[in-house]
């Protein structure tokens, strides 16, 4: 398929509104644990298969309009901080790491990228709330960043290698 | 899977059970703390001697309800759209603070002796 300006513009769209969708579906899960910011991370399967599949340009401009459309839609006025702070963290440590990961290992991949979702959502609530002690719920986020971080990473692993077969594109 | 997939598959267990031994350390060995601290925004609203508290009571700030008992603090409600606040509990050590993001409010215990609320302890 021929990658012209409109094929990117299109293909960020889509992809745009189902990690938009993912992450309305994702907000109707109750919380299973009392702590802020656990979460399955659903819309990080789509950011995950555009670094792969349409490249990291492309993934960065996907992430920025879900987290702003999302912020507009569904979000408190606080939850933009967060979702920034943890999103490009993450999006900038997934980015690094798939230099040197090789594609059997996106579930890895995804794990450090929630791991550093949390990071940097933890960075923020202690500068919001200016109070050291919330880093104390850094250690179940790390827990749950783990087990979440696997279940995505398959989830978007399966999808990468379906898409490729599809030659979408990159 | 490769070796390096499985080195990993390692490392990140090893992350959570690391996680998961400080998370049970810092609970077992938590001590009770003689003052409740209030903050909203970063700043201290109300520092609550526990051990004078004779009789429950309710402190508001903003749109949370603190619940003040002898020994410990517990969100009793709060209008952010999760509720998480409430569902973390009372506390009774310094182990984790109570956070409500939405609303911006925080409460620990502490020792330190500095700003006590006069008007809170009535």
Redesign the interface.
Known sequence: MKRTKHFYLVLISVMASLSLGLYALESLIPPIVAVPGVKLGLANVITLICIYIIGTKHALAVLLLRIFLSAMLFGQPVSLTFSLFGGLLSFFAMAVLKRFLCEENIWAISVFGAFFHNLGQIIAAVIITSELSVAYYFLVLIISSVITGVFTGICAGYAVRKLKKLNLGV | ??K??KI??VC??L??I???A??IY?STNESEKKYACI?ED?NLIHKINLSDVEKPYTVTVGSNVILVEKGQVSMSDAD???G?CI???AITG????I?C??N?V?V?LTNDEKDIDAIAGN
């Open positions: 899977m490769k390096s997939g990993m598959a990140f267990s992350a959570a690391a996680a998961a400080g998370i810092l903050y970063g952010c759209p999760d998480l569902k973390q509990g310094d182990a984790r603070p956070v993001l939405p911006n925080v620990k």
